[in-house]
């Protein structure tokens, strides 16, 4: 890793330390609030990559990943609001009005959310239905339900619109994860939406985000590592501190290793045959085992949400239904492999 | 050997499978669970109905996986008012079962077991709860931490150290105790912010000079200790039904989903066919070994290797398929049920000793078996 990645993770990780640990269990209970998105744009993360007409920072991949690696780790739903709005919000919204949207969202200004099924399945996965005087509205799950603005597909099923919508009310329910985002359904004011392309356009972002989401996925292993390497560095148990005890320093070990391989392959992966899907699939798996394990370490506390390493649970699963799309990119991985159709059956 | 459960059993785990469909409904396990509130209604209803029947085991281990495997939250919280009877039924004279177990088989009174504390629950010899003899009384000073029912329980068996802990024989010198929560000094904190089993009550307890009669003692000074060993190995039973319900249901609503809300051609899937396969040959497996181990322990010959053979398997067995679940479901699962499950599965591999702790106990014994071995 060169001085300069190495320069910026250190800043990320300052600006964590300072603006989101503190605050990371409310941020589970009750959302990103504006000051924390203002302080993210301030430092350029909000549009690490977009372009600078549009209030971007124009960084390179490297500078991208390890900032998604770095405020993952610490909240794995700040890292996927950064991640949505550079590697799909800004490719998508460009021109006009769409354009405009884009520099307010990035300053911190306003906000967007995402139709759920879209980014998912590309396709949106709910009902419609007819206003009092004719208009279309669209029942959607999304991801950041409490923003101003959606990006969802439209009636048709075909075209991405950037459309207004509303919250349905508070549902007696939360999310599994990503909390700090929120998914839940919002109705959807088709009239007024900006055209912004079709659903290809929106499969595509993901199909070409694979690195970028192993990023995040590496910033929930860093983080509940952390935390489980050192609550065993201090809580004894039978007289011994349960470093001392070979499966729990093993497992630890062994986990972080694997992270490790994963890191240097994300930030030197230019050879990579696979377009990323490689990183992908081994990102999710590990960061399944190890946040269950770095919970399973704290014992009854890893229960509790108070002791902040449960959410990494919820978050990696919760990650692994949205942004990994399981057998779809392991059959893209397989066709890459086999050079032909594969794993169909 | 014979691996079907009698007709009586049968038509009983039928009984409680309608009751569990028609009254753990989605709104109302969602509602509690999101609330983290403990749903009393259920609780009488299905002592009203005749779910409960604590004087029967296998009844008792039966309904545990058929409630549970609706949900766990509401189907522990109606089935945990009873936790630790067992040490007061097999340790405990018949005044105290007279004045405490009765009220609660009637339902009229909750309990809950004390054990765990801040400093640590597998390593149960290194409790700190002291206790105090003085005069005809107990003078109880410490603390409890993840007490399941620790804000409702009337009264709760409480370990408690009654003489200084020798340091190479640590799990000498402790004590049993009933300890209503009336008495003065004692109070509680509801522990909130759960990653699963929601409707259930856990508190932290706080025991400042509570006295307890002498009377409330549990069998003899310095066996507490014993108590609690022979007691989980008893519950290990019942933790291993919660989550076999867990993990059959988590496979229940997967093949729910398969069938009727996912895309058409998913059920032929060879990845799909496998997982589900794989779910099912390790529910049946833990299933088998959690009922040899009751029919050891309900013949009264218990089989601790077993027991906990039971209890960690299946526990991993309802993470693994609660897991498999969300990945086979997607959406439908993130935004459904079925995300629950994955949520509550995870505390069946911690309370009641830990998987690891199941290993060591696994170990341990066959280092003694095979001591004795033919
Ligand atoms: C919701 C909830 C309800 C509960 N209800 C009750 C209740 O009603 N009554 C009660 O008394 N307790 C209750 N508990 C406590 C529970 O039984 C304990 O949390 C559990 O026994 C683990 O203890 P601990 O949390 O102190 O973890 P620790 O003992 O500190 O263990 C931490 C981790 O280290 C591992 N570990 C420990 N020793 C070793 C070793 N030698 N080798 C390898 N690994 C080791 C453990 O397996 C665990 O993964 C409850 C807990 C929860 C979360």
Same mark, same amino acid.
Request: charged share 30%; proline share 2%.
């Given at each position: 890793?060169?001085?300069?990645?190495?320069?910026?993770?250190?800043?990320?990780?300052?600006?964590?330390?300072?603006?989101?640990?503190?605050?990371?269990?409310?941020?589970?209970?009750?959302?990103?609030?504006?000051?924390?998105?203002?302080?993210?744009?301030?430092?350029?993360?909000?549009?690490?990559?977009?372009?600078?007409?549009?209030?971007?920072?124009?960084?390179?991949?490297?500078?991208?990943?390890?900032?998604?690696?770095?405020?993952?780790?610490?909240?794995?739903?700040?890292?996927?609001?950064?991640?949505?709005?550079?590697?799909?919000?800004?490719?998508?919204?460009?021109?006009?009005?769409?354009?405009?949207?884009?520099?307010?969202?990035?300053?911190?200004?306003?906000?967007?959310?995402?139709?759920?099924?879209?980014?998912?399945?590309?396709?949106?996965?709910?009902?419609?239905?007819?206003?009092?005087?004719?208009?279309?509205?669209?029942?959607?799950?999304?991801?950041?339900?409490?923003?101003?603005?959606?990006?969802?597909?439209?009636?048709?099923?075909?075209?991405?619109?950037?459309?207004?919508?509303?919250?349905?009310?508070?549902?007696?329910?939360?999310?599994?994860?990503?909390?700090?985002?929120?998914?839940?359904?919002?109705?959807?004011?088709?009239?007024?939406?900006?055209?912004?392309?079709?659903?290809?356009?929106?499969?595509?972002?993901?199909?070409?985000?694979?690195?970028?989401?192993?990023?995040?996925?590496?910033?929930?292993?860093?983080?509940?590592?952390?935390?489980?390497?050192?609550?065993?560095?201090?809580?004894?148990?039978?007289?011994?501190?349960?470093?001392?005890?070979?499966?729990?320093?093993?497992?630890?070990?062994?986990?972080?290793?694997?992270?490790?391989?994963?890191?240097?392959?994300?930030?030197?992966?230019?050879?990579?045959?696979?377009?990323?899907?490689?990183?992908?699939?081994?990102?999710?798996?590990?960061?399944?085992?190890?946040?269950?394990?770095?919970?399973?370490?704290?014992?009854?506390?890893?229960?509790?949400?108070?002791?902040?390493?449960?959410?990494?649970?919820?978050?990696?699963?919760?990650?692994?239904?949205?942004?990994?799309?399981?057998?779809?990119?392991?059959?893209?991985?397989?066709?890459?492999?086999?050079?032909?159709?594969?794993?169909?059956? | 050997?014979?691996?079907?459960?009698?007709?009586?059993?049968?038509?009983?785990?039928?009984?409680?499978?309608?009751?569990?469909?028609?009254?753990?409904?989605?709104?109302?396990?969602?509602?509690?669970?999101?609330?983290?509130?403990?749903?009393?209604?259920?609780?009488?209803?299905?002592?009203?109905?005749?779910?409960?029947?604590?004087?029967?085991?296998?009844?008792?281990?039966?309904?545990?996986?058929?409630?549970?495997?609706?949900?766990?939250?509401?189907?522990?919280?109606?089935?945990?008012?009873?936790?630790?009877?067992?040490?007061?039924?097999?340790?405990?004279?018949?005044?105290?079962?007279?004045?405490?177990?009765?009220?609660?088989?009637?339902?009229?009174?909750?309990?809950?077991?004390?054990?765990?504390?801040?400093?640590?629950?597998?390593?149960?010899?290194?409790?700190?709860?002291?206790?105090?003899?003085?005069?005809?009384?107990?003078?109880? +000073?410490? *603390?409890?931490? $993840?007490?399941?029912?620790?804000? @409702?329980?009337?009264?709760?068996?409480? #370990?408690? !150290? =009654?003489?200084?802990?020798?340091?190479?024989?640590?799990?000498?010198?402790?004590?049993?105790?009933?300890?209503?929560?009336?008495?003065?000094?004692?109070?509680?904190?509801?522990?909130?912010?759960?990653?699963?089993?929601?409707?259930?009550?856990?508190?932290?307890?706080?025991?400042?000079?509570?006295?307890?009669?002498?009377?409330?003692?549990?069998?003899?000074?310095?066996?507490?200790?014993?108590?609690?060993?022979?007691?989980? +190995?008893? *519950?290990?039973? $019942?933790?291993?039904?919660?989550? @076999?319900?867990?993990?059959?249901?988590? #496979?229940? !609503? =997967?093949?729910?989903?398969?069938?009727?809300?996912?895309?058409?051609?998913?059920?032929?899937?060879?990845?799909?066919?496998?997982?589900?396969?794989?779910?099912?040959?390790?529910?049946?497996?833990?299933?088998?070994?959690?009922?040899?181990?009751?029919?050891?322990?309900?013949?009264?010959?218990?089989?601790?290797?077993?027991?906990?053979?039971?209890?960690?398997?299946?526990?991993?067995?309802?993470?693994?398929?609660?897991?498999?679940?969300?990945?086979?479901?997607?959406?439908?699962?993130?935004?459904?049920?079925?995300?629950?499950?994955?949520?509550?599965?995870?505390?069946?591999?911690?309370?009641?000793?830990?998987?690891?702790?199941?290993?060591?106990?696994?170990?341990?014994?066959?280092?003694?078996?095979?001591?004795?071995?033919?």
């Amino acid at each position: 890793m060169n001085d300069d990645l190495k320069l910026m993770k250190e800043t990320v990780r300052d600006f964590s330390t300072k603006n989101i640990e503190n605050i990371a269990l409310k941020i589970e209970r009750e959302g990103i609030d504006k000051d924390l998105l203002k302080k993210l744009a301030e430092q350029g993360f909000l549009g690490a990559t977009a372009p600078q007409e549009y209030g971007g920072a124009e960084l390179d991949n490297a500078s991208y990943r390890a900032i998604l690696e770095e405020l993952s780790s610490f909240s794995p739903s700040v890292g996927v609001l950064v991640f949505l709005y550079n590697s799909i919000a800004s490719k998508l919204l460009k021109k006009g009005k769409a354009g405009e949207y884009l520099k307010e969202i990035l300053s911190g200004e306003s906000t967007l959310g995402f139709g759920y099924g879209e980014i998912l399945e590309g396709y949106g996965n709910s009902t419609e239905t007819k206003g009092s005087d004719g208009r279309t509205i669209l029942k959607r799950d999304v991801i950041f339900p409490t923003a101003k603005k959606f990006i969802v597909l439209d009636d048709t099923g075909e075209n991405l619109i950037l459309a207004n919508g509303k919250i349905k009310g508070a549902e007696n329910k939360k999310s599994l994860g990503i909390r700090g985002l929120g998914i839940s359904d919002v109705l959807i004011e088709t009239s007024g939406a900006e055209t912004l392309g079709n659903r290809s356009d929106i499969v595509k972002a993901i199909e070409d985000s694979s690195l970028e989401i192993a990023a995040i996925y590496l910033g929930i292993i860093k983080g509940s590592l952390n935390k489980a390497i050192d609550y065993a560095k201090v809580r004894t148990t039978f007289d011994h501190f349960l470093k001392d005890y070979s499966p729990v320093a093993f497992s630890l070990s062994s986990l972080r290793a694997e992270e490790e391989l994963l890191r240097s392959y994300i930030y030197e992966s230019d050879a990579d045959f696979s377009g990323g899907l490689s990183a992908l699939i081994f990102s999710e798996s590990l960061s399944k085992r190890a946040t269950k394990q770095a919970l399973q370490t704290h014992g009854g506390y890893g229960y509790l949400e108070d002791f902040g390493v449960e959410k990494f649970y919820r978050d990696a699963m919760t990650i692994s239904t949205m942004l990994f799309r399981g057998r779809r990119d392991r059959k893209r991985l397989s066709e890459e492999v086999f050079g032909t159709e594969a794993g169909n059956l | 050997m014979d691996f079907e459960l009698s007709d009586e059993l049968k038509d009983f785990r039928k009984m409680v499978r309608e009751f569990a469909l028609s009254e753990f409904t989605s709104e109302v396990a969602r509602k509690r669970d999101f609330e983290e509130s403990y749903p009393d209604d259920l609780r009488i209803k299905s002592l009203q109905k005749g779910i409960i029947d604590f004087a029967n085991p296998w009844k008792t281990m039966v309904a545990i996986e058929e409630l549970c495997r609706v949900d766990a939250g509401l189907g522990i919280s109606v089935t945990v008012p009873y936790f630790g009877a067992e040490v007061i039924m097999l340790f405990g004279n018949d005044a105290q079962k007279e004045k405490y177990l009765s009220e609660v088989n009637k339902g009229k009174k909750m309990m809950g077991l004390a054990v765990t504390e801040p400093g640590g629950g597998s390593d149960v010899a290194a409790n700190k709860t002291e206790a105090v003899k003085s005069g005809n009384k107990y003078i109880l +000073n410490g *603390s409890k931490m $993840f007490i399941t029912n620790g804000q @409702i329980a009337d009264f709760f068996v409480m #370990l408690a !150290r =009654t003489s200084k802990a020798d340091s190479t024989k640590k799990h000498r010198g402790m004590s049993t105790f009933i300890v209503e929560s009336k008495f003065k000094g004692f109070s509680s904190n509801k522990l909130e912010g759960k990653l699963g089993v929601r409707a259930t009550n856990t508190a932290e307890l706080i025991l400042n000079n509570i006295e307890v009669p002498e009377e409330n003692l549990i069998g003899e000074e310095g066996k507490g200790f014993y108590y609690i060993m022979t007691f989980f +190995n008893i *519950s290990r039973v $019942f933790v291993a039904a919660q989550a @076999i319900g867990v993990a059959q249901g988590a #496979l229940d !609503r =997967t093949l729910e989903y398969l069938k009727n809300n996912a895309p058409s051609g998913e059920m032929q899937n060879e990845h799909v066919q496998f997982t589900l396969s794989d779910m099912a040959t390790r529910i049946e497996a833990a299933r088998l070994l959690m009922y040899k181990a009751a029919s050891y322990l309900f013949q009264f010959k218990p089989n601790p290797t077993i027991t906990s053979m039971a209890k960690g398997y299946a526990s991993e067995t309802a993470v693994f398929a609660s897991e498999k679940a969300m990945e086979l479901t997607g959406l439908y699962g993130l935004s459904g049920d079925l995300e629950r499950y994955f949520r509550d599965a995870k505390i069946m591999e911690i309370w009641e000793g830990t998987s690891e702790v199941e290993k060591l106990i696994i170990a341990r014994m066959l280092e003694k078996e095979s001591d004795s071995s033919e």
